[in-house]
């Protein structure tokens, strides 16, 4: 029962493609028959073009205009085929709409601006939803500094989704969110690596000091501790995991 759930898993984030966006969606539909009438034409498209696997970045948005379209048009027909799975239905094409959007790239903070305020919306309304009720995600290192970065990573001006969701005035969980950060010490050459998408958590100079206080083959460090001396990474995450597998 739901009484008796322990865990849930959710996702948060657009879609990782623009095929992803279009199988998302279909998987909302029920299994009823779909409306189908010179009204609405939409679902047919989708289901079409969805069971082809390959198609356009165009012509996925076209149908997702198409759906948003025929919806205000037709609205109570909409309600009553999709059901409990109207307003998730409408709400993953807002992420579908990110992704499919021709001005999207991860490669600049414009570009991810976007990203971030969907899974921002997301995991407010979660926590919301459960007061209380403990929250564990797994992100790259993009959205996880817990403050505004001047430059984080490939990054400028950058307010990370870990960053909303400890700093804005509407966020549910304002202060209290804890940020723990993987090193990989058998990737040390990535770690290091010259990339304007990447950058080390950890100082090189503090490498040796880490390493040589990690016994076991996970060790966690608490970063956040009074008179720290690794301030530069408190500003972003309090705890740190040497992981040696």
């Not at 679902?43 to 356009?56: A, H, V």
């Not at 239905?89 to 969907?118: C, D, P, V, W």
Request: net charge neutral.
């Amino acid at each position: 029962s739901q009484q008796n759930k322990k865990i849930e898993i959710r996702c948060i984030d657009i879609p990782s493609s623009q095929s992803g966006a279009l199988a998302t969606l279909v998987n909302l539909l029920p299994e009823s028959d779909y409306p189908d009438t010179d009204d609405i034409r939409s679902f047919d498209k989708l289901l079409s073009t969805e069971r082809k696997r390959f198609y356009g970045r165009k012509k996925a948005l076209k149908i997702i205009e198409l759906l948003e379209k025929e919806s205000k048009i037709n609205d109570t027909v909409f309600h009553k085929y999709l059901g409990e799975n109207y307003e998730e239905f409408f709400h993953q094409i807002t992420g579908a709409k990110i992704i499919l959007n021709g001005s999207f790239t991860i490669l600049n903070s414009e570009g991810m601006e976007s990203r971030e305020l969907y899974m921002y919306g997301n995991l407010k309304k979660i926590t919301s939803e459960n007061p209380g009720v403990p929250l564990i995600a797994q992100f790259g290192r993009a959205h996880v500094a817990l403050n505004y970065q001047q430059k984080w990573l490939h990054l400028n001006n950058w307010k990370s989704l870990a960053a909303r969701l400890n700093t804005n005035e509407d966020s549910p969980v304002k202060g209290k969110v804890c940020s723990i950060v993987n090193f990989y010490a058998n990737e040390i050459q990535n770690e290091y690596r010259d990339s304007t998408l990447y950058k080390p958590v950890i100082r090189k100079e503090y490498l040796p000091l880490f390493l040589e206080y990690s016994k076991t083959p996970l060790t966690l460090f608490k970063l956040d501790v009074e008179d720290s001396p690794f301030i530069d990474m408190t500003d972003k995450f309090q705890y740190l995991i040497i992981n040696k597998y």
